[in-house]
């Protein structure tokens, strides 16, 4: 008869039961083992911002005018970019996001904040052709082929239509943008 050299019969005898008295106590109290596999993708860099904070000046405009005209004449602003990356040959969407107007007439439009004086309008989004940007769509591609780049928006008033008065004051409103690179 052939003699079981000693690590297997220590195995067998031994450590083998634990194994399976691990996998009955484990199924007995309700506990499973599951294995998880996380995959991601690790992006080059992406590009700093050099107007950090934007200000877009509109008006003065008197309320008579919003009233007759509905719409005011557009604001052209700018956010530039820099710092891209000597590799960077990316496209990029902006969406644009803040508080809504709760006017049905005026969705997608930015609301006014509670700081301002006067009310009965909202804020329009436009890309560099002159179409309408809604709040939380994204803007037509934007190809970046160098280090920096300039992508270029407008922002104008629209009154709501059953607002009865459009009182003058001053208005603030708030948006933020988000940068999606492609």
Known sequence: MKKVPKFIFLFLT???????????????????????????????????????????????????????????????????????????????????????????????????????STSGFAIGFENDEGNFLPLYQESKVYPLKSDSGVLKFKAFLKADKNAKRIASGEFFATANFLIEYE
């Open 14 to 116: 031994f450590l083998c039961p634990l194994v399976f008295l691990n996998f009955a106590v484990a199924a007995d109290s309700g506990i499973l083992q599951t294995r998880i596999e996380v995959r991601g993708i690790l992006i080059g860099n992406t590009c700093e911002i050099v107007n950090n904070d934007l200000k877009v000046e509109m008006g003065p405009y008197t309320n008579k005018d919003l009233v007759f005209h509905d719409r005011m004449p557009s604001v052209p602003f700018e956010i530039q970019i820099k710092n891209c990356g000597v590799d960077f040959n990316k496209d990029a969407k902006i969406t644009f996001t803040g508080n809504e107007s709760s006017v049905i007439d005026l969705q997608g439009f930015l609301a006014l904040d509670s700081t301002s």
